[in-house]
């Protein structure tokens, strides 16, 4: 299955944001169906905590670099898949983590695999400098 992801590292000490976050752009990274992570290297932003919170996510700060590749590289395992099930009001929440939210993840099995090279009649030239330095 595929999953849609953001995963924002930063560095900064504040934001300074162009537009509402929480009132225009986090309804649509729901209704989209993504999943926003934040890694910072210095400080935790509360607006990149909340987008965390929201859309499932992961938010972090790394404290030296092993880390911050630790933080990485836990992105690399996909996620769970989460149950889904419907709630008394007929409304759909998703459990993860032991915490209900109001936007569900579907998973659906994508089509996916490594191209294959095609050889045909004309030689093709591959060109490496290599590094090698023949001054």
Do not use: W
Not at 36 to 56: D, F, N, P, R
Not at 67 to 86: E, F, Q, W
């Amino acid at each position: 299955y595929g999953s849609r992801e953001i995963i924002v590292i930063t560095s900064a000490l504040a934001t300074c944001d162009p537009g509402d976050i929480l009132g225009e752009t986090l309804p649509r990274l729901l209704h989209a169906g993504i999943r926003v992570s934040a890694v910072s290297l210095q400080a935790e932003l509360h607006i990149c905590k909340k987008l965390a919170e929201v859309t499932g996510g992961l938010a972090g700060v790394c404290m030296d670099s092993r880390h911050l590749r630790d933080l990485v590289m836990g992105h690399a395992i996909p996620p769970p898949v989460v149950n889904t099930s419907k709630a008394d009001d007929g409304e759909t929440t998703t459990a993860h983590n032991g915490r209900n939210h109001n936007h569900t993840m579907i998973c659906e099995f994508v089509t996916m695999g490594f191209p294959s090279r095609d050889g045909g009649d004309v030689p093709t030239l591959v060109h490496s400098t290599g590094g090698s330095n023949d001054n």
